[in-house]
């Protein structure tokens, strides 16, 4: 009966392996904690990851303040991004963070450690539900444009 409730199913030309409750990201490894959330970033197999990873290692180089990665992402590799990579909280410099209209339905703890953020713009993102308790270690943070509307409370 759970394969009529959850069946297995695998999104094509994505190179992400989707199973009933999982997410594969090697043999035999879950992707999901008991909890449900990632062990890790489950999209280190979509193609969409990778050029979000490049943009990510640029702007933490050059301690960019405002960073804006969707603009710069082909449509097809915005939608396959879920969550952001743990490597976001390399960007301390960074002041704001606009992630309009994403398709993220997670924020990964790691965002607490972007210590100069002052602005966070995750609105139209309607999959985004709630948001990690350790964004309130972005002591900073005093601007954000949330759509209440998706917000759990």
Known sequence: MSSLLFPKRSTPGSGCRRTAATLQLGPGEPARRGDGFPRRDPGHQCSGLAPLLELIEEAAADRREEFRPLPD????????????????????????????????????????????????????????????????????LMNSTVNTRSIYL
């Open 73 to 140: 992402l082909r449509p097809e590799e915005r939608r396959q991004i879920v969550t952001l990579p743990a490597s976001i909280g390399r960007l301390t410099a960074v002041r704001t963070l606009v992630l309009y209209g994403s398709n993220l339905v997670r924020i990964p703890p790691e965002i607490g450690d972007m210590t100069s953020l002052e602005e966070f713009s995750p609105y139209t993102s309607r999959r985004l539900h709630w948001f990690p308790y350790e964004i309130r270690r972005c002591a900073r």
